[in-house]
C-alpha cells in the first residue's frame, strides 16, 4: 500500500516538473523572439551555403528548414530545442523524423554554428552537394 502511494506521489512530481519545465522553454522561446531568432546564426549560415532556403514548419520547440543547393538537390534541416538549451540538429534529403534521419547531431544553442558545420560536412561527404 505504501508504495503506491510513493509511486503515485512521484508520478505527480516529474508530471509537474515536466509541465513546468516546458512552460519555462516556452516562455524563454517567446521573450527571444521565436525560434527563428534563437536559432539566427544557423539560419545565417544556410543563406550562406544554400541557393535558396525556407523555414517550413516552426513550432514552440522545432524549426524546419527546407533548403535547395546550386545544383538543385533539396535537404530538411530541422532544429528540434530541448531541456537545457540541448539541441537537435538533423538533415535529410526529404522530410523525416528522429528514427530515421540520414544525419543527426546534438548540440546546443551556443554551438549551433558548429554543428551546422558538422552536418554541412557529412553533406559534402554523402551528397557532393556544392555549396554557394
Not at 2 to 20: D, G, H, P, R, T
Not at 44 to 72: H, P, Q, W
Amino acid at each position: 500500500m505504501w508504495i503506491l502511494i510513493v509511486i503515485a506521489i512521484a508520478v505527480v512530481f516529474f508530471f509537474s516538473k515536466y509541465s513546468s519545465d516546458k512552460s519555462q522553454l516556452r516562455k524563454n522561446v517567446i521573450l527571444q523572439g521565436g525560434l527563428d531568432q534563437v536559432f539566427i546564426n544557423f539560419l545565417e549560415c544556410v543563406k550562406r551555403d544554400f541557393a535558396e532556403y525556407k523555414i517550413v514548419k516552426m513550432s514552440e520547440n522545432e524549426l524546419e528548414i527546407f533548403t535547395l543547393t546550386k545544383d538543385g538537390q533539396n535537404f530538411v534541416f530541422v532544429n528540434k530545442l530541448g531541456f537545457g538549451d540541448k539541441v537537435n540538429y538533423r538533415c535529410d534529403p526529404k522530410r523525416s523524423n528522429y528514427l530515421n534521419a540520414e544525419i543527426v547531431v546534438e548540440g546546443n544553442v551556443s554551438n549551433q554554428v558548429q554543428s551546422y558545420q558538422m552536418i554541412l560536412s557529412e553533406l559534402i561527404k554523402k551528397h557532393a552537394i556544392e555549396t554557394e
